[in-house]
């Protein structure tokens, strides 16, 4: 059993900052990609970034230059650095960790960007 455990989500103002984190726990053998996706009201669930084990990024068009994806791999943790957020950047964030070709998921956070 994998389990993963975000945090950091909340309300900020736009052009305003947060940070989420999400920690990885249990049968881990070996993390491959691990990053982040993002769902709002109505909409599909679609990539914001991830992050290969050798520290390879890959970024949604929506987000490029605003949001940075990190890992600490020795602590099985993947980050989401978020700046200049914009009120489209509402959502629920997904981080996930893919293990043995199977994608696990975390339980979701908030974030709303509102004045």
């Known amino acids: 059993q994998v389990q993963l455990v975000e945090s950091g989500g909340g309300l900020v103002q736009p052009r305003g900052s947060l940070r989420l984190s999400c920690a990885a726990s249990g049968n881990i053998f070996s993390i491959n990609a691990m990053g982040w996706y993002r769902q709002a009201p109505g909409q599909a669930r679609v990539l914001v970034g991830s992050?290969?084990?050798?520290?390879?990024?890959n970024y949604a068009d929506s987000v490029k230059g605003r949001f940075t994806v990190s890992r600490d791999n020795a602590k099985n943790t993947v980050y989401l650095q978020m700046n200049s957020l914009k009120p489209e950047d509402t959502a629920v964030y997904y981080c996930?960790?893919?293990?043995?070709?199977?994608?696990?998921w975390g339980q979701g956070t908030q974030v709303t960007v509102s004045s």
């Open positions: 992050i290969t084990t050798g520290g390879s990024t």
């Open positions: 996930y960790a893919e293990i043995l070709r199977w994608n696990y």
